[in-house]
């Protein structure tokens, strides 16, 4: 007897000889081969899936074990760097002397000391003329700034009047600065200052015959006393309009000059003029 492979679907041709091969038996016969294969290979590739990921968690369970311990270890080693010694420290309390404004004239008392005439070098002075000086004796030499003033004692100072304040330098003095603390204003505000352009502004008889409109740009410098200098065109219209927007502004009145730390400083400041044709 032949040996007959299973796999093989001519078994299944040979029982199914000389009948009903319609029948469904003969079907699922055939296609049993097929279904074995494909069972052992979707098996092979569950297994291979099941194998990488148990390998993968194995991985990663090792490097959290890893990072676990490198992390404890690390801070032991902190924790032992940042063990500091207290030191104790004695606080020392500085005593502020007593501020005294009226401070009377004195000299230092000195005890009396017997010695021989001749070893005398500085003369006595007489009772008379201790009480007729204004110098009284205190604990040591003093100036004083008043007659009827205290005598200083060692836990006091005569108050010193205060250092004037420094004079700013040339440079400072003749900078122009573009923003300050306070800028400058017009007298009564940008609503006068409007009022007043359009009410002094003469529109040039050339520019209305050629229909020329347009906004002027003005820079200035507002000095320390409010008064204008150094009046230049910062956007041109018409040089007609640029003469006349220029004209209008050097004829403005002293503006409230702006401020830096309190001082009047020179700033920069930029008016539009508008020229519009009605």
Do not use: H
Not at 81 to 92: H, M, N
Not at 98 to 107: L, T
Request: aromatic share 6%; hydrophobic share 40%.
């Amino acid at each position: 007897m032949s040996k007959i492979d299973l796999y093989d679907p001519q078994w299944v041709n040979m029982i199914f000889q000389g009948r009903n091969k319609a029948y469904g038996a003969y079907k699922l016969r055939t296609s049993i081969s097929k279904r074995n294969v494909m069972a052992i290979i979707i098996m092979l590739i569950a297994a291979a899936i099941i194998a990488s990921i148990l390998g993968i968690q194995a991985i990663v369970k090792a490097n959290q074990q890893k990072v676990a311990v490198t992390t404890s270890v690390e801070l032991s080693q902190l924790a032992n760097k940042k063990k500091a010694v207290v030191e104790k420290r004695t606080v020392i309390k500085e005593e502020k002397k007593e501020v005294v404004k009226q401070v009377k004239s004195s000299i230092k008392f000195t005890a009396p000391v017997i010695k021989k005439d001749n070893e005398v070098k500085k003369e006595i002075v007489s009772q008379e003329d201790l009480n007729n000086t204004k110098t009284a004796v205190g604990a040591f030499d003093v100036k004083g700034n008043s007659d009827q003033g205290t005598v200083l004692k060692a836990e006091q100072e005569i108050a010193q009047p205060a250092p004037p304040a420094p004079k700013p330098s040339a440079e400072i003095e003749n900078k122009v600065f573009d923003v300050v603390e306070q800028m400058p204003s017009f007298p009564g505000g940008n609503s006068a200052l409007m009022s007043y352009l359009n009410s002094n502004v003469k529109y040039p008889v050339v520019a209305q015959e050629n229909g020329v409109q347009g906004r002027v740009v003005i820079s200035f410098v507002v000095e320390k006393d409010g008064s204008i200098t150094d009046v230049q065109v910062v956007k041109s219209v018409d040089p007609s309009l640029d003469r006349e927007a220029s004209r209008v502004v050097r004829s403005m009145p002293r503006w409230n000059p702006g401020k830096q730390n309190g001082q009047a400083v020179r700033v920069k400041y930029d008016v539009p003029v508008s020229f519009r044709l009605q």
